[in-house]
């Protein structure tokens, strides 16, 4: 089964803003035509450029303890976007389904949310909150590579300066406009790219945790429809209205439970699909930051020590955003066990309590995220992390200061 979006479908996809503007990177395909084509190529192109021009900068610089941190700062960072690339390449089918798979899990509980005004602004929220993440970060990456880029015509005017890797071997006196436009347009394309893949993947569990949420809330509301009458209209009307109520609470409580089952299924794709782009996210993502504090700290130069400091908030930023995301969702399926006990039980059918204990007995297994299918993804992984980072920092301090 061909499960590749075209460009219609993407359209009516939730993940619409993050699938088509991984198109216009040329890494998501919406059916063969010349002109991704071209983009492809284009990508594939800059981020060939980058892997050559970073390795041939460091091999000419290596020995030169300040200037070898600044350019493997920004090596490691292009060379994580090539390699997310690759990886997002390499497995596009798996996102392909991921996309198909979550727009057949948001419409399960569609219904219910257009009966309850409550539930239909989870939903609502949980949409706006992926976009506007979406384009938040997007433009917080590009304001950053836009930096990168002006600084050598504002703070060197008169010097021939390049916006990332100094060409040594000929002191960029050779092909200065081509190298200045190739390191501009790569360093924009990439890190767009590796951007944008992880915004998909925060997109994703955000829309998994509203999803959640709904089914906690629809779990609270299974109540017997003796319990919400009157307490004298009960007695009268108890032995006509059990029976019927039972069998409501029963068929709600069965389709909630399917409704979780498909839920597991599918954070169990996100998984298998998340688990390379998270892990290398997160070691990248380290050795970065350490790099990143290192230049801000003790660079001679006004101009790295401010471009350094600011983008201190990329690699940071792009740990804290699986972490929360995963944090979210890991919270929200330790709310449904909670809601479970909340559901009127105490006087319900002994069917009612065995369908009950299905659920009882998934929803008490942590659902975490991991990265690599080993380190979890969560808030204190992100305090791990960072330091881990500082760690590094230290040791780079330790080796400078000798």
Known sequence: MNDN?????????????????????????LGETSLFTLQSIIAFGMGAFIIVDRAVAVYFIWGNFELTTLVLLITFTGGSGVLKMAVFVYNRRQYHTLANQLDELLSLQRGSCSEDPDLAAILVSSHRKAARLTKGLLLLMLS????????????????????FVQHQWDNNNHFYGISYIVQCLSAVWVSQISLGVDCLFAAVMILVAAQLEILVNRLLNVRNEVDLMDKETAVFEKKELDSKSDQNMYDDLCICIKTHQNILRFVACLQDTMSPIAMTQFVMSVVIACMALFQATYSEEFSAVLKCASFLTIPVGQLYLYCWAATNVTAQAEAVSAAIYSCSWVDASERFKRALRIIISRSQKPLVLTAGHLYPIDKEAFLTLVNASYSYYALLSQMYNR
């Open 5 to 29: 979006l075209s460009w219609t479908a993407s359209g009516k996809s939730v993940l619409k803003l993050n699938i088509r503007h991984l198109w216009v990177l040329g890494i998501w395909e």
């Open 144 to 163: 950053q590579t836009l930096l990168w880029i002006s600084v050598p015509l504002v703070a060197y005017p008169e010097e021939s300066r390049l916006p």
